[in-house]
């Protein structure tokens, strides 16, 4: 089992940068795809972007692509979102997700969720 939090989040103007990290309790951290997730007001929970296990792999929703970068440290047991050039239409909450899943590809279902982080994107 995994417990995560994320941090990070906050007010920034367009065209800013932020970056969320994602710490994780448990000694098999290094098992664990991780993905980020966000939730505007209004709209559904959508996929951003997930690393695997090894940090070898990484996703991206077309959205994000060129801005946004994910990274993992796992002697830390930490995730990173580095989020560039960002937009208006990036506000939401954003949050991180595991899964125990040792694999060269990402889960479509995790299993382990944070309690988000708020991401405010001004005009």
């Known amino acids: 089992q995994v417990q995560l939090g994320e941090s990070g989040g906050g007010l920034v103007q367009a065209g800013g940068s932020l970056r969320l990290s994602c710490a994780a309790s448990?000694?098999?951290?290094?098992?664990?795809?991780i993905g980020w997730f966000r939730q505007a007001p209004g709209k559904e929970r959508e996929f951003v972007t997930a690393?695997?296990?090894?940090?070898?792999?990484?996703y991206y929703a077309d959205s994000v692509k060129g801005r946004f970068t994910i990274s993992r440290d796992n002697a830390k047991n930490t995730v990173y979102l580095q989020m560039n050039s960002l937009k208006p239409e990036d506000t939401a909450i954003y949050y991180c997700a595991a899964k125990l899943w040792v694999q060269h590809t990402i889960p479509y279902e995790y299993d382990y969720w944070g309690q988000g982080t708020q991401v405010t994107v001004s005009s």
């Open positions: 690393i695997t296990y090894n940090g070898v792999s990484t």
């Open positions: 448990g000694r098999t951290f290094s098992r664990y795809a």
